[in-house]
């Protein structure tokens, strides 16, 4: 026996505009009904295909694939994680979570430097080269873009102030 689909209750729910509709257009031609009532069959000609068009679109839309949201995801890698976690001698990160439903924030700290040293040296320009030379080359990332999912990087100092915010999009890799 073959398996059953995956219905969601969106295609359950379009299929009943299809059935009103083939009941409404067998009503509309039928001759049993009563024969002095012209007008409300000739509706029914008209009405009952116009409903299965629309159920039957409804049922394309939820059938069609759709990205998948950014939450699942996101949980699935902070899942993965022990969080904080040392990147390296300097960065920790401290966590991992969805900002929308097509972006992932990557939240870290520059545990070594206050946001005036790390302005000193110019920190924000040379994370944001750094990071956006990598990731269009990044396995990880490059899942993600593919399912059209965008990046947020936030580096805080350790001083607790915002460093450096780097959005990166499929876009930017050519997805």
Excluded: H
Excluded at 93 to 112: H, N, P, Q
């Amino acid at each position: 026996m073959a398996p059953m689909p995956n219905l969601s209750v969106s295609t359950i729910e379009a299929a009943l505009p299809v059935a009103v509709g083939v009941v409404a257009t067998l009503v509309g031609y039928s001759g049993s009904w009563a024969r002095d009532a012209k007008t409300p069959k000739k509706v029914l000609r008209w009405v009952g295909p116009a409903l299965v068009a629309v159920g039957l679109f409804l049922m394309m839309i939820s059938l069609s694939p759709r990205p998948e949201s950014a939450y699942p995801i996101a949980a699935r890698v902070k899942a993965k994680l022990e969080l904080p976690m040392r990147v390296d001698e300097d960065t920790l990160l401290y966590d991992v979570r969805a900002l929308s439903g097509s972006e992932i924030g990557y939240f870290l700290t520059v545990t070594t430097k206050t946001a005036a040293e790390l302005e000193a040296v110019s920190f924000a320009a040379g994370i944001d080269a750094s990071i956006r030379g990598g990731a269009c080359q990044n396995a990880n990332y490059e899942t993600l873009f593919k399912a059209g999912i965008a990046l947020r990087l936030t580096y805080r100092a350790s001083d607790e102030k915002k460093v450096a915010d780097i959005a990166i999009k499929p876009a930017d890799c050519g997805y």
